[in-house]
């Protein structure tokens, strides 16, 4: 993917635009416009930060003066630059890349429109098709024989205790991996079934613990001496000198992604297994016994219901196979 947030963090792209094709009014509006969406919309920090890189490419490729210069002859002529253009690996930018460039400039014509300013109308630009979406996930022996891998090799019992509470709360929860390697220690009370979590763009959202992942919890808790305030740590010798200074800073999300793997090997998985895969089979599961979508969007933390429709092809496969076993069945051995 071309360019996301922590490349334009790396590159030290800030919000003052210093653009010396951008001309005067387009800089001012594309200012103003992304203030708006920081303190109107309340836009988090990276997406501020990513609408500005994309506007600013356009701005640099059109080299244009005002806004009621952006034409539908020229957008076009930029989505095919964009389709054509290489990112730093030399691969093409991939289709949801292209669409993230088109839908900053659509959400700016949208501003511009609601200020009158004369500009192309924002529903002339059409996103790309893109591909319907492969969700990968685990369900039967394949996800029972993974969530018990960590009792399957020779290790120490805190590491068994605390691989067997992340590989049951991600599954129990549908956290997505920096939520979970975020979690402090007081963020959770296990007499309850539930825990706040605060989610994309700062959003607060109730997820809830099974019993497996309660007790997974409360064993690996309870057999920690450490002092880290993360829910889940390091227990190499380092860091519990780290933790005893109090400058911890628990498992990375890498981390939990490679604790992940591990055990999808030891499971005889032989397609890559991610935290976002557990993720995808706590939601499958929940459509397949049943939950309407509107409920696993809300625990998913999706801001929008088209987010988590990716997940209808499974039930609507489902849907079908329920249909061939129940529908007109008498009439087939008429």
């Known amino acids: 993917m071309c360019l996301p947030a922590v490349a ?25 416009f992304l203030e708006h969406l920081e303190i109107e919309k309340g836009r988090s920090a990276k997406t501020v930060e990513n609408y500005h890189f994309y506007l600013k490419r356009f701005f640099s490729w059109a080299k244009i003066k005002e806004p009621n210069q952006i ?10 630059w964009l389709n054509r253009l290489k990112d730093q ?8 890349t292209q669409n993230y460039h088109l839908i900053a400039l659509r959400t700016f014509l949208k501003y511009l429109a609601k200020r009158d300013i004369k500009t192309l109308a924002p529903e002339k630009i059409e996103l790309a098709k893109m591909p319907d979406r492969q969700i990968e996930f685990m369900e039967g022996t394949d996800l029972e024989n ?3 891998a960590p009792f399957k090799i020779e290790q120490p019992e805190i590491i068994k205790f605390r691989d067997k509470a992340i590989l049951e709360t991600l599954f129990s929860t549908g956290l997505r991996v920096s939520e979970l390697a975020n979690l402090k220690k007081n963020d959770i009370n296990l007499n309850k079934d539930e825990f706040t979590v605060r989610g994309k763009g700062s959003k607060l959202r109730v997820v809830f613990l099974s019993n497996q992942a309660k007790h997974w919890l409360k064993k690996y808790l309870e057999a920690r001496k450490d002092m880290s305030a993360y829910l889940f740590t390091n227990h190499d010798k380092a860091s519990l000198k780290r933790s005893k200074k109090k400058d911890d800073k628990g498992l990375t999300p890498r981390s939990v992604q490679r604790i992940v793997e591990k055990y999808a090997k030891i499971a005889g998985i032989t397609k890559k297994i991610t935290p976002h895969v557990l993720r995808h089979s706590f939601a499958t599961d929940l459509l397949q016994n049943g939950a309407d979508i509107r409920s696993v969007q809300a625990m998913l933390g999706h801001s929008s219901i088209t987010t988590t429709q990716i997940y209808t092809h499974i039930t609507d496969k489902q849907l ?3 249909y061939k076993s129940f529908h007109g069945r008498k009439r087939r051995h008429e």
Not at 71 to 78: C, G, K, M, P, S
Not at 89 to 96: H, I, T
């Open 8 to 32: 334009l963090a790396k590159a030290g792209i800030t919000l003052v635009v210093h653009q010396h094709n951008m001309p005067t009014k387009l800089q001012q509006l594309t200012k103003e």
């Open 71 to 80: 034409e539908q002859d020229l957008v076009r002529n930029y989505r095919l």
């Open 89 to 96: 690996a030399g691969q093409p930018l991939k289709k949801n």
């Open 146 to 148: 993974f969530l018990e």
């Open 320 to 322: 079908r196979e329920v």
